[in-house]
Each structure stands twice: as structure tokens, then as C-alpha cells.
């Protein structure tokens, strides 16, 4: 479906032609909570024409108020502080997908208003979040291409345990051996409008990766979003179950998220951050921009890593879970994977771009594009210069003091961080602010009372790790 500069009328035929030709008989209307959560209702396809633009009501307390594992959290901002109200869910049309792995049924991505509540429900909504800062970039001149990279593990659907004990980076006999998964989701990725590139095993058992082609503006947040849910419906279809819990199994494979983003001029569709005269073949502007990044580093780790066994890397020394190309530091370098930004060139003329490696695969989309933009911003507005010069080599290498290794190691520290970040705090707005950090202190409180129910057996804790975190 073509989204360029069409009315909310036009949308709406190319919607009522595709139900009829699709023979679609339901809609799903989908919105993510703050831990990215997909959540929603299922609508028959009359209802939904026939209020597509008057909006549907939807209770605010699930986007901040429901855990991992479906229990409630109290949050007076979404629940006292709304009387247990409603919301609105109003479909972004530009979304409407048939979906290729269910009969008769399409999704539409939703934006949340709010009804009968004082509450600015788009101040804690992440997708509303993220589109207020590309706004922002617009009326710089400038937007965003962006793709995330995201790996998935795949366990038996009842016992949550490995499938394959077998470790060899993608050797083409591995590849193949997961492939059946694999190419459904790929197939189903091209038909609702995500292009992907790859798919191949990674550094562990039963860990794999697939590529996508990088989008303009939102886009590149709403494929992830709507990866990650094809992944998991697609492998449950297939009789087993695909985790994005960062580390699965005590010191195991570290899974990641990363964001691999390039600044382009608005009007002219340029790319802003290359210039081959400079070193690094990477402009002024996109110096600033980098600065910008390593200037709020610690708020942005925050939200890269917002769950608490995404630092479960920080439980063991580093060599007992070595891995070269982790790259949970500050420093930037030129292709080098050690680092947290990685500069790299394309094979492609004028074409520059900074991979962002800290995300794990259990990341916020749209919150950490948000936190990119908010950062990068910055480093334009106050011309900030990067006061390091690029890493070359392993990181690895350095001591566990280095000043590189500055940053923050738990769930609870890094929430300190975010909380200390005043432009983040401005940027991502109070209400917000209280919401993520009340429903993150929750989930350090939910794994400290598996950690007393395990009484110190690993085997027990992490699965009850693996339970708890399933729906990601």
C-alpha cells in the first residue's frame, strides 16, 4: 500500500478494497505497552469499518499496568490517577496489513488517545512518544533511516529448553536446520511490507537472526514491532516457542537488538552524516550527532537494556562469558564491533551510517528511537564535538576500570541514570518517566522474590526467568 500524502479517505477505500478482495472477515487492533508488549482487541471487520474513524475505547492501565506475565501493577498515573479509565485506540490506516500466517484476519497499528481521563495518554504511550520526536527532527530539515537488528532463541514450546544443543556460527547445515522457521517468517516479513535481508544461526544453540531493510521516519520502529510478533506467531504455528529474553540460560548467549541508524536531509534525501573528506568518511554534523549519543550514553543504556536479566552479563566475570563483539561500553570507533557506536560505510557512494550495539533484543522500538533522536538532537542544537578519538582494536582488552566500562551495570542504576538525565526527563515527559520506573522497580521486586523461591538452585531460578519473560 502506497502511504505517501493520502487522505484518511483515500485509506479508507484502499481498505474496504482489500477486505473484499482478501476476504478479510476480522482486524486486529494493536498497540504496545511500555515493555513492548503487544496488546489489543480482535474486531469484526463491520465494527471496524464502520467506527474506523471515531476511534475504540481501550483501557489505559494495560500499557503501563500489566507485567510480563500478565499480572497487575499498581501505577496511580494510569490507574487512581485515570479512575480506571479508558483511552482510545485510533488506527494509524498507513499500517493495514493482511497478515500471511492467519485466514481472514488483518492488523492496523494504533495510536492511543485518551477519553474521559485528564491524562495525556500519548505521554505514555511509546509509538505517540517516538512520533512527537520525529516531528521535532522534521522541523530541523532532517529524518531518520533506521533498521534494527534482532536475535530470537528457539526453545521447546513446553519445557522452555533448548532444541539443539549445537554451537557453530552459521554453518550452513545449522542455517538449513532451522530454516523452515525461518523462511515463513521471511515470506511473511516481504508480504506485509517488511524487506528481509538474511537469516542465519548465531554464536549459540538455537539462536538466530534475521535482517531487515532500513525505513524512513516511524516505519523503522513499526517493522520491529511487528517482527518480533511475526517471529513469535509464526514459531508457535511450528509447535515451538521464540524468546527475545536477552539471556535465556545462566551464562549464555548475550542476545541483542542493535540499531543501525543514518541521518538524511529532509527535502533533498541526502545523507548527512557522510563526507569523504573527513576521517571516517563521517561529517560534522554526524560528529555532533554521535557526540549528542555519547553525551547521554548512560540514560540512553537505560533504555536499551530495560529489563533486569538484560544485565545478567554484569552477574559473571568477563572472561567467563566472553564474547568479542559485546559492546556494552561508551566508546565509538570505525567498523569495529568492539565499541558501542560503529561507524560504518556502505558498499553504496555517499552513504553513511552508526550502528547502535548496546540494544538487546528485548528493547522498546519506538522508546529507544525516541532516546536516539532526543540525544542526536542535542549533539546538533549544541554542536557538541566528540572530545575522543575512534577506538581501534578490542575493547576487550581494556581493564575493567577503564572509563569505557562507565556505565551502568544494573536495572536499578541504570534508572538512576535515566532519572538523572535532565533533557531525557524533559523529552520523554514526567508522567512517563513515573510509569516506566514504577513498572521496572516492579519487575527488580518480581526477581527478587523468585531468587528467595529458588533458594539458590540456577536451574530453578532461570526457569522461572524463562516463565516470566515468555511473552517477549
Known sequence: MDTTKKTKEEFCQEISKSIAEEKIQFVRLEVEDINSISRGVLLHVDYFMENIKEGFSFPLGPIGCVDFDGKYVSNTVLDEGTNFGNGALYPDLSTFQKLPWKSGTASVLCDLSTTLSDLNAASIHTRSICKQQFEKLNQLGFTMKSAFEYE??????????????????????????????????????????????????????????????????????????????????????????ALFMTTPFINGFHSNGQ????????????????????????????????????????????????????????????????????????????????????????????????????????????????????????????????????????????????????????????????????????????????????????????IEEMKKISAGDDEILWKLYRKYYQIL
Open 152 to 241: 530470537f532463541s528457539v526453545v521447546d514450546r513446553e519445557t522452555l529448553q533448548l532444541l539443539d544443543a549445537t554451537d557453530n556460527y552459521a554453518a550452513t547445515l545449522y542455517n538449513e536446520k532451522g530454516f523452515g522457521v525461518g523462511s515463513r517468517i521471511m515470506d511473511s516479513m516481504n508480504k506485509i511490507g517488511i524487506f528481509p535481508e538474511k537469516f542465519h544461526m548465531e554464536f549459540a544453540p538455537s539462536v538466530y537472526e534475521i535482517t531487515m531493510k532500513p525505513s524512513f521516519g516511524l516505519k523503522g520502529s513499526d517493522d520491529a514491532i511487528r517482527y518480533r510478533s511475526i517471529v513469535k506467531e509464526i514459531c508457535r504455528d511450528e509447535g515451538v516457542e
Open 259 to 446: 540499531l543501525n541508524h543514518s541521518l538524511w536531509n529532509l527535502t533533498e534525501k541526502t545523507n548527512v552524516f557522510y563526507d569523504s573528506a573527513n576521517p571516517g568518511q563521517l561529517s560534522e554534523k554526524g560528529k555532533s550527532w554521535l557526540a549528542g549519543l555519547k553525551a547521554h550514553s548512560k540514560a540512553l543504556l537505560c533504555l536499551s537494556m530495560p529489563t533486569y536479566n538484560s544485565y545478567s552479563y554484569f552477574q559473571f566475570p568477563r572472561q567467563d562469558c566472553f564474547n568479542p563483539t559485546i559492546s556494552i561500553n561508551n566508546a565509538w570507533g570505525n567498523d569495529n564491533r568492539t565499541v558501542a557506536f560503529r561507524v560504518k560505510i556502505t558498499n553504496k557512494e555517499n552513504f553513511s551510517y552508526i550502528e547502535y550495539r548496546p540494544p538487546v533484543n528485548a528493547v522498546n522500538p519506538y522508546l529507544i528511537t525516541a532516546g536516539l533522536l532526543i540525544a542526536g538532537m542535542d549533539g546538533l542544537k549544541r554542536n557538541l564535538q566528540l572530545t575522543d578519538p575512534p577506538y581501534v582494536g578490542g575493547i576487550y582488552n581494556e581493564p575493567d576500570c577503564s572509563p569505557y566500562f562507565d556505565v551502568p551495570k544494573t536495572l536499578e542504576e541504570a534508572l538512576r541514570c535515566l532519572q538523572e538525565d535532565e533533557l531525557f526527563v524533559k523529552e520523554l515527559g514526567g508522567e512517563f518517566i513515573q510509569a516506566f520506573v514504577n513498572l521496572k522497580k516492579n519487575e527488580i521486586q518480581r
